[in-house]
C-alpha cells in the first residue's frame, strides 16, 4: 500500500482535498443559498489534478457570480 | 439575520454539538421545527469564503454530530435565513424524512482510484497502431487522412478507457458493495481518476467494509487507491424537488 507521500503530496493536503470534494458539490442543498467565494484556492491545488472536480466546482460557481454580478452591473 | 447551515436530523440534540467551534468562529446552536432539527451558527458577511479553516470548521460540526447519529449534511456554504429555511423543511419535509430513514445508522466511505491513463492508453491502442492500423495508414496520404487517423485513435483511446474504467468499478463494487447496502459510482470522473465511488456501510459493517477493501487493495496493485471516512452521507444527501 502506498503512502500519501508516494502519492506525491502530504497527508494534511490530502485531508483538506478529501473534505473539499466531499463538502462543495455533495450534500442537501437549498435552492440559490450557496454563497461561496474562491480565494488563493490554487495554492491548495498546487502540484495535483487528480481530484480536480472539486476546484472545477468551485471554478463553476465563481464564474458564474462573475456574469451574473457584471449582467447586474450593464 | 443570516445563518450557516450545518446539518440536520430528526435526532439531534443539544449534547451532540459539544464546544466545537463553527464557521467564522461562532459555536452552532439547534433550531427546531417540528420533529427536524437544524444545526446552524449565526454567519456574518454576504458569502463563505472557500478556505482551509472554513471547510474543516463546516466539517468539524457535521463530523462532532456524525459521533452520535447520522445526519444529512448541507453543502458548504449555506447561508439562509430563517424564513428561507422553514420554507425549505416545509417543502421537502416528506423526502427528507425517507432521507434521513435511508442513512440511519451508517456512513459514507469513500473510495477513489486512480491509474496511469497514458500508459493505459498506449497499451490499448499497441494493436491497433501495430498491425491493420498501420497497413491502413500507409494507404491514406495526406494531411486530411492523417488527421483523420489521428482522430479515430484519440476516440478509440477514449473508448478503451472508459471500457476499462467500468471493468474495474464493476470489479471494486463486487469487492467491497457487500459490505454496503447503497452506492454511488462515477466512473472515468476525470482521465486520471478511474473511479469515484461514495458506499453507505451500516457502522457494524464497518470492519466487514475496511477488510473487502483491503482484499482489493492486494489484488490490485497495479492501481493506486485513494480511501476515506466514515463521512456524513454527502453523496446520499441530494433531495430531488
Known sequence: ?74 | MTLYAYCLSDELSDSMLGDVAGVGGTGPRLLRYGDISVAVSEFEGERVEVARENVFAHERVVQYVLRHITPLPFRFGTLVTTAGLEEFLEASRARLIKSLEHVRGSVEMSVKIIWDAESIRRLGLGAEGSASGKQNETKLQGKGAAYLVAKRKRILGKEQLKERAKEIADWLTGTVGGAAFDRNVEVLPSESLVVRAAYLVRRELLGDYRQKLEAARVARPDLRFLTSGPWPPYSFSIINP
Open chain 1, 1 to 74: 500500500m502506498r503512502t500519501v507521500e508516494e502519492l506525491g503530496f502530504q497527508e494534511d493536503e490530502l485531508s483538506l482535498l478529501e473534505t473539499l470534494d466531499h463538502v462543495l458539490d455533495r450534500g442537501l442543498v437549498i435552492a440559490g443559498e450557496i454563497t461561496i467565494a474562491v480565494a488563493d484556492i490554487d495554492l491548495i491545488f498546487v502540484g495535483l489534478n487528480v481530484l480536480i472536480t472539486s476546484v472545477e466546482t468551485a471554478r463553476e460557481v465563481l464564474d458564474e457570480r462573475k456574469k451574473q454580478v457584471l449582467s447586474d452591473e450593464f
